[in-house]
């Protein structure tokens, strides 16, 4: 069975960090694409970290970049974002994502909340 998990989210001050991991189970995530995209309430599912599967090409979004880093562990299967100076408009429940030749796997998400 293929799957992704998620975890390290939590509440932090604003100004805080934060390191969430995405283990893959049942495929290599080193030869898939990776990303971490977000959903805060109300909002749409929004893509802010893509890192193409040889690490080559790393996209940021505009709301993150300088902030927030990816960054692969393929001997644990392992992809992790390092968020630094947490913003209370960084809350949201966020999602890790595998893709190759257009096969997605999605992890179930956590939560991470940033008080002011």
């Known amino acids: 069975q293929f799957s992704l998990a998620e975890s390290g989210g939590g509440t932090v001050q604003s100004g805080g960090s934060l390191r969430l991991s995405c283990v893959a189970s049942?495929?290599?995530?080193?030869?898939?694409?990776v990303g971490w995209f977000r959903q805060a309430p109300g909002k749409e599912l929004e893509g802010i970290l893509c890192?193409?599967?040889?690490?080559?090409?790393?996209y940021y979004a505009d709301s993150v970049k300088g902030r927030f880093t990816i960054s692969r562990d393929n001997a644990k299967n392992t992809v992790s974002l390092q968020m630094n100076s947490l913003k209370p408009e960084d809350t949201a429940r966020y999602y890790c994502?595998?893709?190759?030749?257009?096969?997605?796997?999605w992890g179930q998400g956590t939560q991470v909340t940033v008080s002011s």
């Open positions: 049942g495929f290599t995530m080193g030869i898939y694409a």
């Open positions: 890192s193409s599967s040889d690490g080559g090409d790393t």
């Open positions: 994502n595998a893709e190759r030749y257009g096969v997605n796997y």
